[in-house]
């Protein structure tokens, strides 16, 4: 049994710097950069590319909408032409870097409201996903499990990797709760890491209605910023190797 660990990263911008990712690289197994529309610009791409390569964990692109201003985390109303070529754009600004550096992108994880506007909408899911395959179709496809973003990437040829979040509490469609909802968030410690147990080991969880639906978890999504995330991580990797579940980047 084996599992991946998936963190955003890169999202700094400027002058302004968010979260300790060169803390949190060595804990993990892929790396979702941001590519310049909701965070990061080109500096920071470069440096995260090289950090993230030189601590041999799989690179990512972490594509979002447009929207610096919002963290890329509200909806915006785009034709799917335009979704497709705002995926493109974005994985064409993160391979330059990758090309310097003598990598490749092994993974893409759309952020934010795009990522969420994919997971309901199967039209903006197939964008997305066509958009990364005509891209290049040897790439893995980070997905919210059980959603449009995983059954259409695997329409259009995809390999997927099903995404669960450590701290995030569940509809029961299978949909994350809105952040803007008070109780979107687990923020004991223990509850989160016995959701991620439940997920990996029992393809299980349970919503926020108390039921339990059932769930595929090949990448775990755990964050970098804040006060306590990498003693947290720590505590998550510590427990499912205990559980003898085998911590392994994508594809590898």
Same mark, same amino acid.
């Given at each position: 049994?084996?599992?991946?660990?998936?963190? &955003?990263?890169?999202?700094?911008?400027?002058? *302004?710097?968010?979260?300790?990712?060169?803390?949190?690289?060595?804990?993990?197994?892929? @790396?979702?950069? @941001?590519?310049?529309?909701?965070?990061?610009?080109?500096?920071?791409?470069?440096? +995260?590319?090289?950090?993230?390569?030189?601590?041999?964990?799989?690179?990512?692109?972490?594509?979002?909408?447009?929207?610096?201003?919002?963290?890329?985390?509200?909806?915006?109303?785009?034709?799917?032409?335009?979704?497709?070529?705002?995926?493109?754009?974005?994985?064409?600004?993160?391979?330059?870097?990758?090309?310097?550096?003598?990598?490749?992108?092994? #993974?893409?994880?759309?952020?934010?409201?795009? *990522?969420?506007?994919?997971?309901?909408?199967?039209?903006?899911? #197939?964008?997305? @996903?066509?958009?990364? *395959?005509?891209?290049?179709?040897?790439?893995?496809?980070?997905?919210?499990?059980?959603?449009?973003?995983?059954?259409?990437?695997?329409?259009?040829?995809?390999?997927?990797?099903?995404?669960?979040?450590?701290?995030?509490? *569940?509809?029961? &469609?299978?949909?994350?709760?809105?952040?803007?909802?008070?109780?979107?968030?687990? +923020?004991? +410690?223990?509850?989160?890491?016995?959701?991620?147990?439940?997920?990996?080991?029992?393809?299980?969880?349970?919503?926020?209605?108390?039921?339990?639906?059932?769930?595929?978890?090949?990448?775990?999504?755990?964050?970098?910023?804040?006060?306590?995330?990498?003693?947290?991580?720590?505590?998550?990797?510590?427990?499912?190797?205990?559980?003898?579940?085998?911590?392994?980047?994508?594809?590898?």
């Amino acid at each position: 049994m084996k599992v991946d660990l998936n963190c &955003d990263l890169g999202e700094a911008f400027g002058n *302004y710097s968010f979260g300790g990712d060169e803390k949190i690289i060595p804990l993990i197994t892929s @790396a979702n950069i @941001a590519c310049g529309f909701h965070a990061g610009d080109q500096s920071v791409m470069n440096n +995260t590319v090289q950090l993230v390569n030189e601590n041999n964990v799989g690179i990512g692109a972490h594509p979002g909408l447009p929207d610096l201003q919002g963290f890329g985390r509200r909806n915006m109303d785009f034709s799917t032409t335009e979704i497709y070529d705002i995926v493109i754009y974005q994985l064409g600004a993160l391979n330059g870097f990758c090309q310097i550096h003598n990598v490749k992108i092994n #993974h893409v994880k759309p952020h934010g409201a795009l *990522y969420q506007m994919g997971a309901r909408d199967k039209d903006i899911a #197939h964008a997305i @996903a066509q958009a990364v *395959y005509d891209f290049d179709p040897e790439i893995i496809y980070i997905g919210l499990s059980n959603t449009f973003l995983i059954s259409e990437a695997k329409r259009v040829g995809l390999t997927t990797a099903s995404e669960v979040f450590a701290d995030r509490r *569940y509809e029961d &469609d299978g949909q994350l709760v809105s952040r803007k909802e008070s109780d979107a968030l687990i +923020t004991d +410690t223990n509850e989160a890491i016995d959701q991620v147990v439940n997920m990996v080991k029992f393809q299980k969880v349970i919503t926020k209605h108390n039921n339990t639906i059932e769930i595929q978890a090949d990448t775990i999504c755990v964050h970098g910023d804040g006060e306590h995330a990498l003693n947290f991580v720590c505590k998550i990797k510590e427990r499912l190797m205990k559980e003898g579940v085998s911590i392994t980047r994508l594809g590898g």
